[in-house]
């Protein structure tokens, strides 16, 4: 750790040999960050916009895509608070408070809404989420193996907060700006003191200490979120140096790139095409197209191969755990066409074939001309898990409703919605979006059979 703090202390120092940084090339650097910032933490909490539909919405104010408002406004909001931060960071007389905390958790939140929960006695409930208050009801996780982790209890909170302002005060002028950020972010998440939005207030945290230290803001990817989860799973265990390496070593790529800007040279990294593209994929299919037969089935056979191919070849890692399966498909609630199969096998064709000839936009071995179409259904019901108490079943199904302009599609896990988005007609599926839906899916799974075959 102290070899990684020295190579961060040469580049701070590179940094400052090289200011003043030109306007454009600080304009440039302070957009890539903010946008860099703004997309990962919240990505890293569920938040589905893209990194292009995330540029939209921050420099254009742009809200095309097929997302839940709320998810929108957080984004907006992270960004607020961003900025909020980078000012609270230049203020030297403005010492760091509880109410600052708690009014960047009243931002971020937005507004109080509901959230499903779980009670301490294992029941499923519903929860009012209040905003810029501290925790009412404890907010204790499971771990993957099976482990309760205890956060601070409701009672306890207030204290902690207290002692934790308290504690930063007194380490602020003595630890290493990477160490003090990253302790500031560690003892923040152990109290996590909110009904939601922790984790995104932590980086926060964490970031207003390096801009108050002049050190750029460290961006923790979200691609990257099993290591950094990794690092504070051993911080837990009283080892605090993997969590502070991991900083560091985010904070040595901010550095960098700042140096790179203030040099006047590029800030494109590998993964900066792809982004462009997605992004001039997402404005090319931004413009509304009206139901059709003829739409239905381009988006019927979009579905068919890239979605549902894709979400229903996640069973094939649990065919053995199973006795036999049944594939169901249905438009319009028609009958049911199905066949039945042994699990060794997961191949399922479609029990009627689709013509490839377009005149005939023929699903299922229905002519879609015939009658309009209002919703599609694909389903697989694996029966008999091995190893359960009881005879289990589990069934997964894809669930297309279409409207006017789009279509809204559900993936539900034994008739438990598990994933839902909405799309224009002849918007593309982007792999990143079928990777999103995958780890939903494959998530919900796992917790079925741990939960049956306990």
Not at 179 to 186: E, I, N, V
Not at 239 to 244: N, P, S
Request: charged residues 30%; negative net charge; glycine residues 4%.
């Amino acid at each position: 750790m102290a070899h990684t703090l020295d190579i961060i202390d040469k580049l701070f120092n590179d940094l400052n040999a090289l200011q003043p940084i030109k306007s454009e090339d600080k304009n440039r650097l302070d957009k890539k960050f903010r946008l860099e910032f703004n997309y990962n933490s919240n990505h890293m909490e569920g938040n589905t916009l893209t990194y292009g539909e995330t540029e939209l919405l921050l420099m254009f104010d742009d809200t095309l895509g097929n997302h839940q408002l709320r998810e929108y406004e957080e984004i907006k909001a992270h960004d607020l608070a961003y900025h909020i931060i980078e000012d609270l960071a230049k203020d030297t007389e403005r010492p760091l408070t509880e109410q600052i905390i708690k009014n960047l958790n009243e931002i971020i939140l937005v507004r109080p809404y509901w959230k499903d929960a779980i009670t301490p006695d294992g029941h499923n409930t519903r929860r009012q989420i209040k905003v810029g208050s501290y925790k009412e009801y404890p907010n204790s996780v499971r771990l993957q193996n099976g482990e309760m982790f205890e956060y601070a209890s409701p009672t306890e909170t207030p204290a902690k907060m207290q002692e934790l302002i308290e504690w930063y005060r007194e380490e602020e002028s003595v630890l290493h700006p990477i160490t003090l950020a990253s302790m500031l972010h560690y003892k923040f998440v152990c109290i996590h003191p909110f009904d939601d939005g922790n984790g995104r207030i932590a980086r926060l945290l964490m970031n207003y200490v390096l801009l108050k230290n002049n050190f750029p803001p460290v961006v923790i990817k979200s691609a990257d979120k099993n290591n950094y989860l990794r690092a504070l799973h051993i911080a837990d265990l009283g080892d605090y140096e993997a969590l502070i390496t991991y900083v560091a070593e985010n904070a040595i790529w901010s550095l960098e790139l700042s140096i790179k800007a203030a040099k006047g040279e590029s800030l494109e990294e590998t993964g900066d095409f792809v982004k462009e593209i997605e992004l001039l994929k997402r404005k090319a299919s931004s413009q509304k197209t009206p139901k059709s037969p003829l739409v239905i089935y381009e988006t019927f056979n979009q579905i068919k191969n890239k979605l549902w191919r894709s979400v229903n070849g996640i069973l094939q890692h649990f065919d053995d755990l199973f006795n036999e399966a049944k594939s169901i498909y249905k438009l319009n609630g028609w009958n049911e066409n199905f066949e039945t199969r042994t699990v060794s096998t997961f191949n399922i064709p479609f029990t009627k074939e689709v013509s490839d000839k377009p005149k005939a936009l023929k699903i299922f071995g229905y002519d879609i001309y015939s009658e309009d179409i209002e919703k599609l259904e694909f389903v697989n019901i694996m029966y008999g898990l091995r190893g359960s108490i009881k005879p289990e079943n589990l069934s997964l199904k894809l669930e297309v409703n279409f409207n006017l302009y789009d279509y809204l599609f559900k993936i539900k896990l034994n008739d438990k919605s598990i994933f839902e988005s909405r799309k224009i007609y002849k918007e593309i599926f982007l792999d990143n979006e079928i990777s999103e839906i995958n780890v939903v899916t494959q998530k919900h799974i796992l917790e079925f059979l741990k939960e049956k075959m306990n």
